[in-house]
T-cell receptor, first 114, second 111 residues
Framework: GAGVSQSPSNKVTEKGKDVELRCDPI?????LYWYRQSLGQGLEFLIY????????KSGLPSDRFSAERTGGSVSTLTIQRTQQEDSAVYLC????????????FGPGTRLTVT | ELKVEQNPLFLSMQEGKNYTIYCNYS?????LYWYRQDPGKSLESLFV?????AVKQEGRLMASLDTKARLSTLHITAAVHDLSATYFC???????????FGTGTLLAVQP
């Protein structure tokens, strides 16, 4: 079946602009995660959604970052007033949370803030 | 706070040689994952280790988990060029199962 998909694959934006990144998880996966991969910080957790439960936002680096998940499926990560340090690859993963809790990653969105 | 240390950071190997990548973590966890990342690509799941003493093998790669020592190893046997990539270990971070990643090991297998 289809894997996790993300769009856009690449995004170049000017400092101060807002951006939206989209993630479509694997169908039937109830858990959805956002991670960020950057040269300076490595791979770091951002936010987690599970069903209708309150999200775990503990990894969001500032209040400029927010995310939502509509209908328990598609998720959007929004970064307001982008800064150069936001440049990174944003990865989405989903999991069925049964047994292994294995997470399957999407191809990522490469964000460049100029 | 759970911390994951991975070493070495960079490994240059000759084809045919054996080597081991180490992954240490700081607090109790029963789930550990190994991922492979090729340049410009996303993370590909290699192994899921769910209990103490777990050992998984796929081709020239073998992963093991010792939860008492908080240590996992990824052993490479008779390396080939196709194994060149960055390898990450990741530890289950608790109630939400968020992953805490190691720094990654860049493996370069020279012909």
């Amino acid at each position: 079946g289809a894997g996790v998909s993300q769009s856009p694959s690449n995004k170049v934006t000017e400092k101060g602009k807002d951006v939206e990144l989209r993630c479509d998880p694997i169908s039937g996966h109830t858990a959805l995660y956002w991670y960020r991969q950057s040269l300076g910080q490595g791979l770091e957790f951002l936010i987690y959604f599970q069903g209708n439960s309150a999200p775990d936002k503990s990894g969001l680096p500032s209040d400029r970052f927010s995310a939502e998940r509509t209908g328990g499926s598609v998720s959007t990560l929004t970064i307001q007033r982008t800064q150069q340090e936001d440049s990174a690859v944003y990865l989405c993963a989903s999991s069925s949370r049964d047994g292994s809790y294995e997470q399957y990653f999407g191809p990522g969105t490469r964000l460049t803030v100029t | 706070e759970l911390k994951v240390e991975q070493n070495p950071l960079f490994l240059s190997m000759q084809e045919g040689k054996n080597y081991t990548i180490y992954c240490n973590y700081s607090t109790t966890s029963d789930r550990l994952y190994w991922y492979r990342q090729d340049p410009g690509k996303s993370l590909e799941s290699l192994f899921v280790l769910l209990s103490n003493g777990a050992v998984k093998q796929e081709g020239r790669l073998m992963a093991s988990l010792d939860t008492k020592a908080r240590l996992s190893t990824l052993h490479i046997t008779a390396a080939v060029h196709d194994l060149s990539a960055t390898y990450f270990c990741a530890v289950d971070g608790g109630a939400t199962n968020k992953l805490i990643f190691g720094t990654g090991t860049l493996l370069a297998v020279q012909p």
